[in-house]
């Protein structure tokens, strides 16, 4: 949907209802991903892609359909037996499409949605697309709040929005869109109720400072979690995209002067793994007056306290030096590069959702408790 945002707020501000076609499934070579979109408005306009080309004549003529009546629709396009180049892919791919009719009526939530996405808040939307459940029903949940239900007026709504509601902020934490299955009332190990949650944020930023083996560990964990990836430094002979295949891009620059000038917010998480004070002093420097949820660095506790004093007389304050998690990572007892990025990763996710450390068998109450307010990496 964010491909045809533009368009299509205009047409709802206008009171034009329209179509919305919306890639929810895929299965081998399908052209496009989960969440491409196509609309098609009450007078014949079109805006956006489902497939490249491949099938959208069909879904215009579906979408000026479910317009007619109302009622929404998954549609399945593939190759067709008697025909490859009929209605379907001829890349050999599947896709299911959701066609829905979008109007004041059908989504009175859609203006929070769009502002939302312009202003780059996290916001996700739930649907309906498969099992005993209303099609379409529609629940859009943001990190602080909710609005809609998926089984609107059932007794076990409540059940079943809490636990979408939990899946669709992880799946906001780590920029994922895709479907969920549920039991009616929520229950995750159940296959009766199928819901598609497109998750609008951009992946939040991961930036690892020091081109050697651990950092290599910490961006594939990173990639595994959801991060946009960035490997930083100086040394061209050893920042290369071929020793970090993992990582989204790798920069050759000074630390200090990299972080600088990247952009960081909230979400973002620093880990600063260079082991000399001549890289990492500057950088700390710079990313502990950066609003990051998440700074940390590796060395050891002699190292820490070293780093400490030479952070104050480069005048950073208390509040500044308590922000900074060194040694970093959670006590895990990790000695490889590849265990160091696990401890690393589960501080992380810690932080993100308010998590104690302890091990699951020592907590009671919730599993999933209410994300922590304030700021976290990834949230």
């Not at 994922?176 to 995750?188: D, K, M, S, V």
């Not at 895990?332 to 104690?356: C, D, F, H």
Request: hydrophobic share 40%; proline share 8%; net charge negative.
């Amino acid at each position: 949907m964010r491909d045809v945002l533009a368009e299509i707020t205009g047409w709802y501000a206008a009171g034009r209802p329209f179509g919305l076609a919306t890639v929810v499934n895929t299965f081998r070579s399908a052209p496009r991903p989960p969440g491409a979109a196509m609309a098609v408005s009450a007078d014949g306009e079109a805006a956006g892609s489902v497939s490249g080309g491949c099938v959208e004549g069909a879904v215009y003529e579906l979408a000026r359909t479910v317009l007619e009546s109302g009622e929404p629709v998954v549609q399945r396009y593939g190759v067709s037996d008697d025909d490859a180049f009929a209605v379907g892919l001829t890349c050999g791919g599947i896709l299911d499409v959701l066609v829905e009719p979008v109007g004041p009526a059908t989504f009175p939530e859609f203006p929070a949605v769009a502002r939302s996405i312009e202003e780059r808040e996290p916001v996700a939307v739930a649907t309906v697309i498969g099992g005993p459940g209303r099609l379409g029903a529609r629940r859009v949940v943001w990190g602080d709040r909710a609005a809609g239900s998926l089984a609107p007026g059932a007794p076990h709504a409540a059940r079943l929005d809490a636990a979408v509601d939990d899946d669709a902020r992880g799946m906001l934490a780590q920029g994922l869109t895709g479907a969920r299955h549920y039991g009616p009332e929520g229950e995750r190990r159940r296959d009766d109720l199928t819901v598609f949650v497109h998750a609008f944020a951009p992946p939040p930023r991961l930036l690892v400072f020091g081109a050697i083996d651990f950092a290599a560990a910490v961006a594939r964990v990173g990639k595994f979690l959801g991060y946009h990836v960035t490997v930083c430094d100086a040394r061209p002979v050893f920042a290369t995209a071929k020793r970090f295949p993992d990582a989204d891009e790798v920069v050759v620059k000074w630390p200090h002067k990299f972080l600088g000038e990247a952009e960081v917010d909230e979400r973002t998480a620093i880990c600063v793994l260079t082991h000399d004070p001549k890289f990492d002093v500057p950088l700390l420097e710079v990313a502990l007056r950066t609003p990051a949820g998440y700074v940390g660095a590796m060395g050891s506790r002699r190292t820490h306290d070293d780093r400490l004093a030479r952070l104050r007389e480069a005048g950073l304050s208390a509040g500044e030096l308590a922000r900074l998690r060194s040694p970093i990572g959670l006590d895990l007892g990790a000695r490889t590069p590849e265990e160091t990025a696990v401890s690393i990763a589960a501080e992380l996710v810690q932080l993100r959702w308010g998590g104690s450390g302890r091990p699951l068998t020592d907590t009671g109450g919730r599993i999933h408790a209410d994300p922590p307010a304030g700021r976290r990496p990834g949230g």
